[in-house]
């Protein structure tokens, strides 16, 4: 499966994107998938995820109640709204799947075999 991110831009303070994570390819029966983010400097962090199975959703400390991810079947996307944005936000956003990550290493990136190229998000002060 192949990943496109897409998205990202520039905002300032307070602002709002939406980030889209689109599979191509074989998807069979789905996939959990999780967005990441790097700062310039910075370890890749585990923002959010989405299991394929029952759906179950869990967001990073430093997001949670500003952001919401969603799955569309249909279109084959996750989407990250991201509300409320902050300068500590600005990163590149990654999207990443798996077909076998389990609940414990939902945080670790290399528990996912499948990347999108990212997109930037630049949030002004």
């Known amino acids: 499966v192949q990943l496109q991110a897409s998205g990202g831009g520039l905002v300032q303070t307070g602002g709002s994107l939406r980030l889209s994570c689109v599979a191509f390819g074989r998807t069979g029966s789905g996939y959990t998938v999780g967005w990441f983010r790097q700062a310039p400097g910075k370890e890749r962090e585990f923002v959010a995820v989405?299991?394929?199975?029952?759906?179950?959703?869990t967001y990073s400390d430093s997001v949670k109640g500003r952001f919401t991810i969603s799955r569309d079947r249909a279109k084959k996307s996750v989407d990250l709204q991201m509300n409320s944005l902050k300068p500590e936000d600005t990163a590149i956003y990654y999207c990443a799947a798996s077909e076998s990550v389990i609940y414990s290493a939902r945080a670790t990136p290399d528990a996912y075999g499948y990347w999108g190229q990212g997109t930037q998000v630049t949030v002004s002060s």
């Open positions: 989405i299991f394929r199975s029952g759906g179950s959703i």
